[in-house]
């Protein structure tokens, strides 16, 4: 039989049976004196048998090793293989679901969600307070209120059941009542009056020490803060996130950290 028959027994197209030909996981049988090639009862086997291993999900290298033994001793420990990695795969469906299932949730309470979603519940609900807290200011919410949001959603992804303890106690502290919120809306506008200033302006002091103030001990005892050496000045990351705020604004943090880290001698 021809390649077209041999590929509509098994039904699949004659590109896969070519590919296949070109990876050695089916023999190629010899052209014909009249050019064609001549394909055989036992190539339909083959091919057929091809077709179940990978409808039951072996990649073609997996397919091929089983071809391999005769015995079949080694598809016994490929399927075995092949079904704790579907059990693996159902388990990550089912809490992708489940996080599915809390965003929609949220939606469907607030009627939208947050920009920075998909975010944790705890980060989602920070996030309406903060944005019932923008709703009852005089005049637009504070960038740096935004920029925030952010980090705090840049951080949350870092750190997904990881080392974020310091991350949650910001959390806590912010969703702590009206006042907390309060406080830190007053320091998102402080740092907005530094867009344009100079960095030796002496509200750079001002603004860095509510900083500190606004920051419970709690979560200023879960942050990494170096001993010594200049703040932000180790690469990385570090230098990414200052070169992201105008140079009085990242003076400012500059000065709150280097006073966090002397609140914690």
Do not use: C
């Amino acid at each position: 039989m021809r390649i077209g028959e041999l590929a509509g027994i098994a039904g699949i197209t004659t590109r896969a049976v070519r590919h296949y030909h070109r990876i050695g996981l089916l023999p190629e049988p010899p052209r014909q004196p009249n050019g064609y090639r001549e394909y055989s009862l036992r190539d339909a086997v083959e091919l057929a048998r091809i077709r179940r291993l990978t409808e039951l999900g072996l990649s073609l290298d997996e397919v091929k090793d089983v071809l391999v033994d005769d015995a079949g001793k080694d598809l016994v420990e490929i399927l075995t293989e092949l079904d704790a990695d579907l059990a693996r795969q159902e388990e990550s469906i089912r809490q992708r679901r489940a996080r599915l299932r809390q965003l929609l949730e949220q939606a469907e309470q607030t009627g939208r969600l947050p920009a920075e979603a998909p975010i944790s519940p705890e980060l989602a609900a920070l996030f309406t307070d903060m944005a019932r807290a923008s709703a009852r200011l005089p005049g637009p919410e504070p960038a740096m209120a935004a920029r925030e949001r952010e980090l705090l959603a840049l951080l949350e992804t870092g750190s997904p059941g990881g080392d974020g303890g310091w991350l949650d106690a910001m959390v806590r502290s912010l969703s702590a009542g009206p006042e907390a919120m309060r406080r830190a809306y007053e320091v998102y506008a402080q740092l907005d009056e530094l867009a344009e200033a100079a960095e030796d302006d002496p509200r750079v002091e001002r603004t860095a020490r509510a900083i500190v103030d606004s920051i419970p001990d709690e979560a200023a005892q879960s942050m990494a803060i170096p001993d010594d050496g200049a703040v932000g000045e180790d690469g990385g990351f570090a230098d990414a996130f200052f070169a992201d705020f105008a140079p009085a604004q990242a003076a400012a943090v500059r000065r709150a950290i280097e006073l966090l880290r002397e609140r914690a001698r």
